[in-house]
């Protein structure tokens, strides 16, 4: 299905798209800080309908087609320092809501989700804060929000505040400048695929300023740990041993965290999914899947 716009509450919209067989169990892929949908490419896309499930990816509030809030100026470095922010700064909870608003607008009522990065701080929270709606949690590259585990090194601040590029060739220099200093060590940050994702990200929306907004958002949530305690989904925690944007320490406290979690370590891995590392992560995310599937079958025929 083409994308498309869907209202999701308190004057949001926010952008979507589906794969596959909508008969199929549905996943619902929720993307990072200042990245689009189309970061889960087709071909990653491809993997995980030919695996039998229903896939939809949407723009977070703040990033690709969805609504921006313009009116909230970015965190300047020392509000992200003191974690003070504009009183109209929303949260977490609120980018939660809006992703409980597009499952509505979607009629479906139960999914599996996985996230990465703020993406999966976004699905543990749907798992924490509306439990009814998560079949299964697949937290990746993704942390507890504590401060003593898998913060982003202070260097990275200023790739993610960085100005607004002026052309198409300046926005792509500064998504490489990200890519190489975070991605998997070893990987090119000229790879095709994503310099394709960058060439489309422009096109849909080339303002990057509310990647600060997210990041605000990210940090006004606090440590979430008490809540991900709460958590009664199977759980499976997915993180790069090579992670330079959140350590792999907070993909462990996650994996403490909620409980009977499964934590899965990708050797190599940083803070992206080059392609090589699909068939481990896929495969580890599609096998989670389907046993809670099964399990949910298992608790329907008691």
């Not at 995980?48 to 970015?74: K, W």
Request: proline share 7%; net charge positive; with cysteine.
């Amino acid at each position: 299905m083409a994308e498309q716009l869907y209202e999701v509450g308190d004057g949001v919209t926010l952008c979507a798209e589906t794969f596959g067989d909508p008969a199929a169990p549905p996943l619902l892929l929720v993307m990072g800080l200042g990245m689009q949908m189309i970061r889960w490419h087709e071909s990653l896309i491809d993997e995980l309908t030919g695996a039998g499930l229903y896939v939809i990816r949407f723009d977070n509030r703040d990033s690709g087609r969805s609504t921006c809030f313009p009116e909230i100026p970015p965190p300047t470095p020392i509000q992200l320092v003191r974690r003070r922010f504009d009183p109209r700064q929303y949260t977490l909870s609120d980018m939660t809501r809006d992703t409980v608003g597009l499952l509505d607008a979607l009629r479906l009522d139960r999914v599996h989700v996985a996230g990465a990065s703020m993406g999966g701080m976004i699905a543990q929270t749907l798992a924490a804060e509306h439990p009814r709606r998560v079949r299964s949690l697949t937290s990746i590259m993704s942390s507890t929000g504590a401060r003593w585990n898998g913060q982003p090194a202070l260097r990275t601040y200023p790739l993610l505040l960085r100005r607004p590029a002026r052309d198409r060739d300046a926005y792509i220099a500064q998504q490489v400048a990200v890519h190489a200093a975070i991605g998997s060590p070893g990987h090119p940050a000229d790879d095709p695929i994503f310099l394709e994702i960058a060439r489309r990200s422009y096109e849909r929306n080339p303002d990057p300023r509310g990647t600060g907004r997210q990041l605000a958002a990210v940090l006004a949530s606090g440590d979430r740990t008490r809540a991900l305690q709460r958590i009664s989904a199977p759980t499976l925690v997915i993180h790069g041993d090579a992670d330079r944007m959140i350590a792999v320490s907070g993909g462990r406290a996650t994996a403490r965290a909620i409980p009977g979690a499964d934590l899965h370590i990708v050797a190599g891995m940083g803070h992206d999914l080059p392609r090589d590392v699909w068939p481990e992560v896929l495969g580890a995310l599609t096998a989670h899947v389907k046993s809670a599937e099964r399990e949910r079958s298992q608790l329907a025929r008691r």
